[in-house]
C-alpha cells in the first residue's frame, strides 16, 4: 500500500505569492494535519482536518488555509509568503480523530520543500 | 501548559554501544507520550508511543522508552547501536483530553561512529 504522498517535492516562490501543497493520505485514513518544518527545529502543528472538517488549528496567521476533499485528501494554500515560511511542510494521516492530538498514530509524508526567495 | 525538551542536541556513539536520548515534558494533563526518527529526506516515522499502559514501551528497531512521572521523563534507549540509527530524533507530548495540542521538542541528532 502506498504511504502518505505529497507534492510537490521541492517549490522556489518569491516573496508576496501563493502557494498550494498537496497531500494524499493513506486509503482509508480519514484525518490529515499539516506540520511546518523550519530547518534545525522539530515540526509545529498547523492544522487537523476530518471528514473534511477543521478540527484544529495551530499558532499560525490567517496567511494559512487548508482544506479536506471528499476523497480526504487536502491541500494547504499560504499567502502573502514571507522569508520566514521557508520550510518543510510535512503532511501526516491518521484512521482516525479523537480529538486528543496524537493518541491516534499518524503517518508521515516525505515532506514538501519550500524555499522563499 | 505543555512542553516537552530534548536535552540534547547531539549525541554521538560508537557502534555497537548502548545509546540513551533524553527527553523532559511538562503537561497539565496525563499526556501521550511519542518518539520519532526523521532520515534526511524521508518522513517522520514513529519508533514507539506511551499512551497510560505498561511504563516501558518498546518500539521498532530495538528501541525502548521509559514512562517516569516523578521525574516527568521519557527517555529513549537502544543496547547497541547501528550505522542505519544515525538519524533525528523527536519526543512529541499530547494531552489525553479533548482538544488538539501537540508539541515536537527540537530534536536530537544521533550520529554513530564506526
Known amino acids: 500500500d502506498a504511504g502518505v504522498t505529497q507534492s510537490p517535492t521541492h517549490l522556489i516562490k518569491t516573496r508576496g505569492q501563493h502557494v498550494t501543497l498537496r497531500c494524499s493520505p493513506i486509503?482509508?485514513?480519514?484525518?490529515v494535519s499539516w506540520y511546518q518544518q523550519v530547518l534545525g527545529q522539530g515540526p509545529q502543528f498547523i492544522f487537523q482536518?476530518?471528514?473534511?472538517?477543521?478540527?484544529g488549528r495551530g499558532n499560525f496567521p490567517d496567511r494559512f488555509s487548508a482544506r479536506q476533499f471528499p476523497n480526504y485528501s487536502s491541500e494547504l494554500n499560504v499567502n502573502a509568503l514571507l522569508l520566514g515560511d521557508s520550510a518543510l511542510y510535512l503532511c501526516?494521516?491518521?484512521?482516525?480523530?479523537?480529538?486528543?492530538?496524537?493518541?491516534?498514530?499518524?503517518?508521515f509524508g516525505p515532506g514538501t520543500r519550500l524555499l522563499v526567495l | 501548559a505543555q512542553s516537552v525538551t530534548q536535552l540534547d542536541s547531539h549525541v554521538s556513539v560508537s557502534e555497537g554501544t548502548p545509546v540513551l536520548l533524553r527527553c523532559n515534558y511538562s503537561?497539565?494533563?496525563?499526556?501521550?507520550l511519542f518518539w520519532y526518527v526523521q532520515h534526511p529526506n524521508k518522513g517522520l516515522q514513529l519508533l514507539l508511543k506511551?499512551?497510560?499502559?505498561?511504563?516501558l514501551v518498546k518500539g521498532i528497531n530495538g528501541f525502548e522508552a521509559e514512562f517516569k512521572k516523578s521525574e516527568t521523563s521519557f527517555h529513549l534507549t537502544k543496547p547497541s547501536a547501528h550505522m542505519s540509527d544515525a538519524a533525528e530524533y523527536f519526543c512529541v507530548v499530547s494531552p489525553n483530553t479533548g482538544g488538539f495540542k501537540t508539541i515536537f521538542g527540537a530534536g536530537t541528532r544521533l550520529f554513530v561512529k564506526a
Open positions: 486509503s482509508g485514513h480519514k484525518s
Open positions: 503537561s497539565s494533563y496525563s499526556p501521550s
Open positions: 501526516a494521516s491518521s484512521a482516525q480523530y479523537t480529538g486528543s492530538g496524537l493518541q491516534e498514530t499518524q503517518y
Open positions: 482536518y476530518y471528514e473534511k472538517e477543521e478540527r
Open positions: 506511551y499512551t497510560s499502559a505498561a511504563t
